[in-house]
């Protein structure tokens, strides 16, 4: 089936992506609806005329019910990936279990990730959806060694996640160790 669409030429959806540390130096990761097994940090969309560290804590509560955090670092670089064909083909729509579809519309993401300094207790994490304006993306979540993170995500997110482990990990050894690690101003 040919759709006549080349999404080469279509524009990358802009989005965040948060990497969320807690106390002892783990990440979260939450396992999605739609592909199970396929477990990820939590991400979004930006708004129009939103700025990208607002974006983060709304996503952060709509996603996880929880915004009892502080941003620390950020990528310096956007990170992109683009949608796989087998994602391509699939309508714009609702999925029916919680994942939004882009077909024809984006030919990818580009995201803006941060890490956040999680400074609440596990009973706030919250994936029953009360935020979410859509039906819940997560159906389970865990925390995790930042390294394991790209050998648990989709394979056409690998490389960003590649990345993040990159830049972040000195984060967590800092954490685990029981250094603070001051807010970033941006």
């Not at 939103?50 to 950020?74: F, Q, S, Y």
């Not at 994936?127 to 790209?150: C, D, H, R, T, Y």
Request: proline share 6%; aromatic share 10%; hydrophobic share 40%.
């Amino acid at each position: 089936m040919t759709t006549g669409i080349d999404f080469q030429k279509l524009p990358y959806r802009r989005g965040v992506g948060l990497c969320l540390f807690n106390a002892q130096g783990l990440v979260l990761v939450a396992e999605r609806r739609d592909q199970r097994g396929a477990w990820q940090m939590p991400q979004g969309g930006v708004q129009k005329e939103e700025a990208p560290m607002t974006a983060v804590l709304r996503e952060m509560k709509e996603e996880i019910g929880t915004d009892n955090a502080r941003i620390i670092a950020k990528v310096p670089e956007i990170l992109r990936y683009e949608f796989p064909d087998w994602l391509q083909k699939r309508r714009i729509s609702s999925d029916g279990a919680g994942g939004i579809v882009f077909r024809g519309k984006y030919r990818g993401q580009e995201q803006e990730w941060y890490a956040l300094r999680f400074l609440g207790q596990d009973s706030e994490i919250d994936l029953s959806g009360k935020n979410e304006p859509e039906m819940p993306e997560f159906v389970a979540w865990k925390w995790i060694e930042l390294a394991q993170a790209p050998d648990l995500i989709v394979s056409f997110k690998k490389p960003a996640y590649d990345r993040l482990v990159e830049v972040f990990t000195p984060i967590g050894e800092a954490i685990r160790r029981g250094e603070e690690w001051p807010e970033w101003k941006g």
